[in-house]
């Protein structure tokens, strides 16, 4: 059975394979990462059956349903709820984490997104205007317009993270 990483004073004098396994046996670790891998999988299908083909940046894209980023920081909160307690350091430190996480997907990273929207159509359409004293030319490429989240992708990455950690965490 994984445990949580222990507070341990390994960092003097331990092997470098002491280091890979520990890594290797931390459960929250383990359970937050599959979260993310879980959540880019369920937004790439999704993206599959809207766009009838495949695109591999969905794989590690941000933005889209569901949120791999409230996912992952849900999952490392609620696991390390399980594990160390609610009273625990490292439950406030992750949930603080996940608040700010899934704060910023929806907020600032979805404007961000929109204003993307906004400055490829301006550089669109000067791009194709008929009057040469009204085309430009622009070295920039296209901006990434996907980035944030919507409301309801960042409950269900949230959701779908709680749901990973419970399940893991009394398997692991």
């Given at each position: 059975?994984?445990?949580?990483?222990?507070?341990?004073?390994t960092c003097?004098?331990?092997?470098?394979?002491?280091?890979?396994?520990?890594?290797?046996?931390?459960?929250?670790?383990?359970?937050?990462g599959?979260?993310?891998?879980?959540?880019?999988?369920?937004?790439t299908?999704?993206d599959v059956?809207?766009?009838?083909?495949l695109?591999?940046?969905?794989?590690?894209?941000a933005?889209?349903?569901?949120?791999?980023?409230?996912?992952?920081v849900c999952?490392?909160?609620?696991?390390?709820?399980?594990?160390?307690?609610?009273q625990?350091?490292?439950?406030?430190?992750?949930?603080?984490?996940?608040i700010i996480?899934?704060y910023?997907?929806r907020?600032?990273?979805?404007e961000?997104g929109?204003q993307?929207?906004?400055?490829?159509?301006?550089?669109?359409?000067?791009k194709?205007?008929?009057?040469?004293?009204w085309?430009?030319?622009?070295?920039?490429?296209?901006l990434?317009?996907?980035?944030?989240?919507?409301?309801?992708?960042?409950?269900?990455?949230a959701?779908?993270?709680?749901?990973?950690?419970?399940f893991?965490?009394?398997?692991?």
């Amino acid at each position: 059975m994984l445990t949580g990483s222990t507070p341990r004073s390994t960092c003097v004098g331990s092997s470098k394979m002491q280091y890979v396994t520990d890594l290797l046996n931390n459960r929250i670790l383990i359970i937050s990462g599959t979260s993310w891998i879980t959540a880019q999988i369920i937004k790439t299908i999704i993206d599959v059956i809207i766009n009838k083909e495949l695109n591999p940046e969905r794989l590690v894209g941000a933005g889209g349903m569901p949120s791999c980023h409230s996912a992952t920081v849900c999952a490392l909160a609620t696991s390390s709820a399980l594990t160390y307690g609610l009273q625990s350091f490292e439950f406030a430190v992750s949930t603080l984490l996940a608040i700010i996480v899934m704060y910023d997907a929806r907020g600032v990273r979805r404007e961000t997104g929109n204003q993307a929207v906004l400055l490829n159509n301006i550089m669109e359409y000067f791009k194709t205007q008929e009057i040469p004293q009204w085309k430009l030319e622009f070295n920039q490429e296209k901006l990434k317009e996907l980035i944030g989240h919507t409301p309801l992708q960042v409950v269900v990455g949230a959701l779908l993270g709680i749901g990973i950690a419970f399940f893991m965490c009394s398997f692991l």
